[in-house]
């Protein structure tokens, strides 16, 4: 078959996705980097603004401190969260007995929904009957027990306590799989030289697993931007900026606040600091694997 030929069928073959891709995506941004530039209540005319909404933007506090909540909330989902996941998948690997049923409990929060993972949290949270307050109740640690969605100091930190809980899972899994393609040979001939379980992570295991891991960090780092679910539901009744992100905030301004324009742009923004932050560190760890 032909060059041109083979083109041609490649081309038949991907429009169908590229269609999808096109209208489901491509057109939407599009759609919004257009509407950034305006100024609607989404019902009448749009106003054309220009840049007016993104020099808006810088004087905003609201966007910082959302911004600052979703550095905060990635940090903690990245460095603890994503650990978390590394040593399980470490500890199944050593060829414990039921290593696949203890996979598929500590994997199970994953599966949840965020609506569903919020309102159990919730119920374990309750100042007055729920489970967390309860358990420190009983074990003489009372004095511990506090309002833990309602006091606006922990409350953000109760969630991301919650979102840990939620992701370690699926970490915990893709680097089981990474660990099971490393060759054994590497392994054994580790354990010939003398090198103990610890040397032979920190020197073998590791440096193999660094690009998993650092797909597993950008995945985690846009859930992190795009997390909003989980603060609705455990956060709902508690109005205050310091539980802002900065989707919860795009959400507020375009459909409570009434300014399309406006959470446009901050939609622009948070694409914006995603798609830099994603390709910025993969460039860094691309030099870091050719040295």
């Known amino acids: 078959m032909r060059a041109k030929e083979q083109a041609k069928w490649a081309v038949i073959f991907l429009l169908p996705a590229l ?80 290593r696949g049923l203890f996979r598929g409990l500590l994997y199970l929060p994953a599966v949840l929904s965020w609506v569903v993972t919020g309102f159990l949290w919730r119920w374990v949270y309750n100042p007055v009957f729920g489970l967390l307050n309860t358990v420190l109740k009983s074990v003489g640690l009372g004095s511990l027990a506090q309002n833990w969605l309602g006091d606006s100091n922990i409350a953000f930190f109760s969630v991301v306590a919650v979102a840990i ?41 590791l440096p193999l697993l660094r690009p998993i891991m650092a797909v597993v960090t950008i995945l985690a780092l846009i859930d992190a931007f795009r997390v909003m679910d989980v603060f609705v539901v455990m956060t709902s009744n508690v109005q ?21 324009g406006y959470a446009a742009a901050l939609s622009v923004v948070l694409f914006l600091i995603v798609g830099v932050s994603s390709v910025v560190y993969f460039k860094t760890l691309g030099k870091s694997l050719t040295e």
């Open 19 to 98: 269609v999808v891709y096109t209208g489901l995506l491509v057109l939407p941004a599009a759609y919004a980097l257009g509407l950034s530039l305006t100024d609607w209540d989404g019902l009448d005319k749009p106003t054309y603004v220009g840049l007016r909404n993104f020099k808006e933007l810088i004087g905003d506090p609201v966007l910082w401190t959302s911004l600052k909540n979703n550095l905060v909330y990635a940090a903690c989902t990245i460095l603890i969260g994503n650990n978390i996941g590394l040593v399980l998948a470490l500890l199944l690997e050593t060829g414990i007995k039921g």
């Open 165 to 205: 809980w939620k992701g370690f899972g699926f970490s915990m899994v893709v680097y089981s799989a990474g660990l099971q393609n490393i060759s054994q040979d590497l392994l054994e001939a580790a354990k010939i030289d003398g090198a103990t379980r610890w040397q032979t992570v920190r020197s073998i295991v």
């Open 240 to 260: 205050s900026r310091a539980l802002q992100v900065i989707a919860t905030y795009i959400y507020k301004s375009g459909f409570d606040y009434y300014r399309m």
